[in-house]
Every structure is written in structure tokens, then in C-alpha cells.
């Protein structure tokens, strides 16, 4: 079953909302700094009024550097994230998925589907406020989170608007990768009635497949379409 290979990129929420995280860290940080610099600038100003205005002068100046250094950080920030998610794409085969992120250091990766073992959907607090979504992709040999011993997953499809149309898309390719793939030695060995049984089977559950992938393929082509 040869399909064309579908080009999925983050949607602009993607940056968005990365961008009101930093401007949240920015206000829960900012916040508490500031009014205990002030409370400690009050109170050595309380205990030494002669060098009141001395001390008020040094908060003003901390103040400033301290906005200054969020100033060029946010700049900073701002520039490399909205190069970052330009970059960054997947690409969902017939066969594998090839994800592709990076800004100074540009990966490459290659999952594919004979070592997929399972496709999961995570959509966190700030994703339902942007109403974007996760495809993350596990494999047999993916890597162990150091705060369990369950398997982490391989590969993350980050940022999509169309999370759910993704996830069911892939889906249904590996099922189908799966069922032109299984392999039947054993059944070679028993009749060939049964043989016969199993490839007339394989062979409907395709069909099913391919119709299905079509439904899907033009569904998510009309939604990368309008999301682009």
C-alpha cells in the first residue's frame, strides 16, 4: 500500500502559547522579587534613614537591570523559538514517521513503524487554551523516565492543531503497515485451505484500511489546509 507522505507542521498557537508561558514565568518571578527587594529596602531604610535615598537610588538601579536582563533574555527568546518551530516538521509514511526539530543543533529522526508499539495523545492545561495537541509515539525500545519505570516516549509530534485527525491518521497507517506485514510462516505450515483463509483475510482488513486512509487523508489535508 504505497501512500503519500503527509507534511505536518506545529500550528501558530504552538508558538503562542510558548510564548505566554515565558511571560508567565516572567510575572510569577517578577512579582515576588520585587516586593521583597522593596520590603528589605523599607526595613535597612528604617533602621538608617540617613542612607534612605542611598538605598532607594540602588533598588531603582537593580530594578533597572533586572528588567533589562528580561528585556534582552525575552528578545532572545522571542527570535529562537519562532526560528525553532519554523524549522521543525513531520512527515507521516507509509512506512515511518520522520521528525525533524532543531535550531542551532538540527535532528533527524526516523521511527519506524515495525518498532512502534503504541500511539498516545496528551493535551495539557495551556494546550486546551490554545487548542493544540500532542501525538507522542512509543516504540519498543523507547526511553525510561527517571521518575518511573514506564517507557517514555520516542518521539513527539508537538504543537498540532489537528491532534485527534494526526493520531487517527497514524493509526491507521501502522494497522495497516501491520496487516501487509504480518507474517504468516506459521500458517505456511498447515493447510492450504487455511492459507488460502488467511490472505483472503489480510486481504479484506487492506481494503478496509485503504478506504479507511483515504477518508482520512482528505479530512486531514482539508484541516492542515484551512490550519496553514
Not at 26 to 44: A, G, M
Amino acid at each position: 500500500m504505497s501512500r503519500e507522505p503527509r507534511i505536518i507542521r506545529p500550528s501558530r498557537n504552538f508558538l503562542w502559547k510558548n510564548y505566554f508561558q515565558f511571560f508567565l514565568i516572567f510575572f510569577v518571578t517578577s512579582v515576588p522579587t520585587i516586593v521583597t527587594l522593596s520590603l528589605f529596602i523599607t526595613f535597612l531604610s528604617s533602621i538608617d534613614q540617613a542612607r534612605g535615598p542611598v538605598l532607594q537610588d540602588l533598588f531603582f538601579l537593580l530594578m533597572i537591570i533586572y528588567f533589562l536582563l528580561w528585556i534582552i533574555g525575552g528578545i532572545l527568546y522571542t527570535i529562537g523559538e519562532y526560528l525553532y518551530i519554523r524549522n521543525m516538521y513531520f512527515i507521516v509514511h507509509g512506512h515511518e514517521i520522520v521528525v525533524k526539530k532543531g535550531l542551532i543543533n538540527i535532528t533527524e529522526k526516523h521511527v519506524p513503524y515495525r518498532t512502534v508499539t503504541n500511539i498516545d495523545m496528551r493535551i495539557g492545561l495551556f494546550d486546551r487554551l490554545f487548542q493544540i495537541g500532542t501525538v507522542e509515539i512509543q516504540t519498543a525500545g523507547g526511553s525510561i523516565s527517571s521518575s518511573s519505570l514506564e517507557a517514555g516516549p520516542e518521539e513527539k509530534l508537538e504543537g498540532i492543531r489537528v491532534y485527534k485527525e494526526v493520531r487517527d491518521y497514524i493509526l491507521t497507517q501502522l494497522r495497516a503497515y501491520q496487516a501487509s506485514h504480518l507474517d504468516t510462516s506459521e500458517g505456511l505450515t498447515k493447510k492450504s485451505a487455511d492459507v488460502s483463509a488467511i490472505i483472503v483475510e489480510l486481504q479484506n482488513i487492506n481494503s478496509l484500511l485503504d478506504t479507511r486512509l483515504a477518508q482520512l487523508e482528505k479530512k486531514l489535508d482539508e484541516l492542515l489546509n484551512r490550519d496553514n
